[in-house]
């Protein structure tokens, strides 16, 4: 399978899933106008790591700002990382944060409450 990329704009974060290494990462602010147009191309890319791939799965977010949709979109997300885990697949979340922005904070530990998975939510200090 391909790696894959969908740059950042001011609505939307960055996103690159690289497949070799395992990883799917998210960065930026994520209000886009249709989250189906954007988080279905990375929907589909989990599914088929999860479906092909023999090797770990890491989702590292650093999200700043997301919307009612974009937190839907997420929460599709971990339920795919959730069933692939209790799969036996293994998956890892590491949600980073402005440690200045409690609020994002308190969404990844509401997230992390309903998922199994290995979930770790880290405090950085931002520019």
């Known amino acids: 399978m391909n790696d894959f990329s969908i740059p950042g704009s001011q609505s939307t974060p960055a996103i690159a899933g ?3 290494e395992g990883v ?3 960065q930026g602010d994520s209000y886009p106008e249709n989250s189906f147009e954007l988080f279905g191309p990375v ?3 989990t ?3 999860l479906g092909q791939a023999e090797h770990p799965l890491r989702l590292e977010l650093k999200l700043l700002y997301l ?3 974009s937190v839907k979109a997420i929460m599709d997300l971990f339920d795919l990382l959730e069933e692939a885990h209790r799969g036996g ?3 890892a979340v590491n949600w ?3 440690r200045r922005n409690e609020r994002v904070a308190q969404l990844a530990a509401e997230f992390k409450e309903d ?3 290995a979930f770790a939510i880290i405090g950085e200090d931002y520019e």
């Open 43 to 45: 929907l589909n890319w």
């Open 96 to 98: 980073y944060y402005d």
């Open 115 to 117: 998922f199994t998975f």
């Open 18 to 20: 690289n497949w070799a």
């Open 67 to 69: 919307n009612t949709s």
């Open 24 to 26: 799917l990462s998210m």
């Open 89 to 91: 697949h293994q998956v």
């Open 47 to 49: 599914q088929s790591f």
